[in-house]
T-cell receptor, first 116, second 114 residues
Framework: GAGVSQSPSNKVTEKGKDVELRCDPI?????LYWYRQRLGQGLEFLIY????????KSGLPSDRFSAERTGESVSTLTIQRTQQEDSAVYLC??????????????FGPGTRLTVL | AQSVTQPDIHITVSEGASLELRCNYS??????LFWYVQSPGQGLQLLLK??????LVQGIKGFEAEFKRSQSSFNLRKPSVHWSDAAEYFC????????????FGAGTRLFVKA
């Protein structure tokens, strides 16, 4: 695709509900990243995928968070039993190869999650 | 551990004035360094990046940044600011040698006054 896309753009949910956030990376990009950006703060790294594999999940804030990627394309970030502190913008990025190489990460517009 | 500090939460400059946004990093070796801009309602866009070589890096939109190893700094500069430069700016550091994490600073919000 032309760029990284994310859906939905906005999500309002009630505390305790599960939510699923979707990321479509740029076609052909093997690396995909999820970040969280709380209001007025910088980006917090959550998880990355190399292909369909996520070698290190230690950045996920709690076991309520999980992510998967299929077909080296679409990725979903799932938050179970949402809490108010989960309210943030969730950003997805992709790159041709892994960060730590010289490849640029291209970011999507984000999903703004509000937990009431 | 890697860390990035952007000392200024927000900066206001007049249109046409020069700009310098500060960034200090902590890393055990020479890192990869990046500056991103986030405009209202838009995603993050890479302005420039430093990997090696010339310590003065040119980016898009007339921005440049200078890597100073002795000061662990990577400050962003622009000689003449335009109103459209008003945005949030993030400095980031990435690990060399196969590391995958890019650590972002908290950001500096730039306001431009007429």
């Amino acid at each position: 695709g032309a760029g990284v896309s994310q859906s939905p753009s906005n999500k309002v949910t009630e505390k305790g509900k599960d939510v699923e956030l979707r990321c479509d990376p740029i076609s052909g990009h093997t690396a995909l990243y999820w970040y969280r950006q709380r209001l007025g703060q910088g980006l917090e790294f959550l998880i990355y995928f190399q292909g369909n594999s996520a070698p290190d999940k230690s950045g996920l804030p709690s076991d309520r968070f999980s992510a998967e990627r299929t077909g080296e394309s679409v990725s979903t970030l799932t938050i179970q039993r949402t809490q108010q502190e989960d309210s943030a913008v969730y950003l997805c990025a992709s790159s041709w190869r892994l960060a730590g190489s010289t490849d640029t990460q291209y970011f999507g517009p984000g999903t703004r999650l509000t937990v009431l | 551990a890697q860390s990035v500090t952007q000392p200024d939460i927000h900066i206001t400059v007049s249109e046409g004035a020069s700009l310098e946004l500060r960034c200090n990093y902590s890393y055990g070796a020479t890192p990869y360094l990046f500056w991103y801009v986030q405009s209202p309602g838009q995603g993050l866009q890479l302005l420039l990046k430093y990997f090696s070589g010339d310590t003065l890096v040119q980016g898009i939109k007339g921005f440049e940044a200078e890597f100073k190893r002795s000061q662990s700094s990577f400050n962003l500069r622009k000689p003449s600011v335009h109103w459209s430069d008003a945005a949030e700016y993030f400095c980031a550091v990435g690990a060399r040698g196969g590391g995958f994490k890019t650590i972002f600073g908290a950001g500096t919000r730039l306001f431009v006054k007429a």
